[in-house]
């Protein structure tokens, strides 16, 4: 049993030895116990706050645990991890003994806790404890594998992901939420901008798509190594980005100028993924391979791509012009045409044409209504788009008329057509 004099006695010989690094033909065994010490004093940590908040200790001075945690020297960072560590054991006491032999280190264990609370999220019930071991067990099957924090919690997504697909009620998640996206722009003292951004996984794919296409390293004149760090390619990427967007006429052709990938299993579509930012819900994938800015790729079950789907499900430019004439804008809120995408009105996997009278231009934010917050688009027999807005809008669903028809009342509207999907 592990008391304070023990404790004691190990940080006072740990700090008595000024050198700290050793010898040198020994130094990568003393760096590796060093490290292994290191675990497993956060497993005690671990155990201690759990012990702690199991007491009500922090509650009884009238304070939370994580607020204890900095009083005694942790950063607020370190202190929320510890909570949130200790908590996750208490839920899982099986975790708790995957931490005592000090193979785990602090920030996949952090990873694990927090991927746990992902998974558990996209579930309208809470998780039956054959799902729980499940997910915990693969969750710690990538730690073993050598897979990073940020490979574990883009695992953990994809699990969330799978189990939300299974239910009749599919659940947001927050990587994929666009009310949450947030772009701050400040001018700092000395003049420059600081740009922070907090974005749904969508939105951060295509920006660093688009980033990596134009920061990739490039010799210099006279032959030698690229010089450039890479957060200077990057920002050197933005100021070009901007110079293609001020270029920009106007034109509605959309041709997209960054093509985004994302690979979609034939047999386990719920396991669709992005290239740069890893999985992504069945919902988002429905939503993202109506445009041409999205390269669906189909794999098959050793993950060799069946289809790599472009001409059959893009509008032509042909095609965008004559929707530009229809519909003049997003046909929902009215943005400018130069602003849209192209929507398959019946979507292209489930057999809708790529045509005239099976697409509407609606901008991101209104194709993400019709995607996921219950609006429909159904064409009229006038060959127009009218919307059907979910029942928290409008009990009756009465059709709406396109925003360049707006003035057309639902009297006006033609019989034919106008029924909602059931």
């Not at 990587?175 to 003292?189: A, W």
Request: net charge negative; aromatic share 4%.
């Amino acid at each position: 049993m592990i008391d304070a004099r023990t404790i004691s006695s190990f940080v006072r010989a740990l700090s008595e030895d000024a050198d700290g690094g050793g010898h040198a033909a020994d130094a990568i065994e003393i760096l590796r116990l060093i490290l292994l010490a290191r675990n497993l004093i956060e497993h005690h940590t671990v155990a201690a706050v759990m012990s702690l908040s199991l007491a009500h200790t922090a509650a009884d001075q009238g304070r939370t645990m994580r607020e204890l945690l900095i009083e005694l020297g942790c950063a607020p960072a370190v202190a929320q991890r510890l909570v949130r560590l200790a908590d996750r054991c208490v839920r899982d006491p099986w975790f708790a003994t995957e931490l005592t032999d000090g193979r785990m280190p602090a920030e996949h264990a952090d990873a694990i806790a927090r991927g746990m609370a992902q998974i558990e999220d996209r579930t309208t019930e809470p998780l039956a404890d054959s799902e729980r071991h499940n997910a915990m067990s693969s969750l710690l099957a990538q730690l073993h594998s050598g897979a990073t924090p940020a490979q574990i919690t883009a695992h953990a997504r994809q699990i969330g992901n799978e189990l939300s697909a299974m239910q009749a009620e599919v659940l947001p998640t927050p990587s994929e939420d666009r009310s949450l996206n947030e772009l701050g722009i400040v001018q700092t003292p000395d003049g420059r901008l600081r740009l922070q951004a907090d974005l749904d996984i969508v939105v951060g794919e295509k920006m660093v798509a688009a980033l990596d296409r134009l920061s990739t390293p490039r010799p210099e004149p006279d032959g030698s190594r690229y010089r450039r760090p890479f957060a200077r390619r990057r920002a050197d990427a933005l100021d070009t980005l901007l110079d293609l967007a001020a270029d920009h006429d106007g034109s509605t052709s959309m041709t997209p100028r960054v093509s985004v990938a994302l690979t979609i299993p034939s047999d386990t579509p719920e396991r669709s993924a992005l290239a740069f930012l890893g999985p992504v819900s069945i919902e988002s994938v429905t939503q993202l391979t109506c445009d041409a800015e999205w390269t669906p790729m189909i794999l098959d079950s050793e993950k060799v791509p069946l289809d790599v789907g472009r001409r059959r499900r893009l509008f032509t430019a042909a095609q965008r012009k004559a929707l530009l004439r229809r519909d003049e804008c997003c046909v929902k809120c009215g943005a400018p045409a130069s602003w849209t995408q192209a929507h398959h009105i019946v979507h292209w996997a489930d057999g809708g044409a790529t045509d005239l009278d099976n697409g509407c231009l609606l901008c991101t934010s209104c194709h993400d209504a019709v995607h996921n917050a219950g609006w429909e688009v159904v064409l009229g027999a006038d060959r127009h788009p009218w919307l059907v807005p979910p029942v928290t809008v409008d009990a009756r669903r009465r059709p709406r008329p396109a925003y360049n028809r707006r003035t057309m009342t639902y009297d006006d509207a033609p019989a034919d057509n106008l029924a909602p999907a059931a």
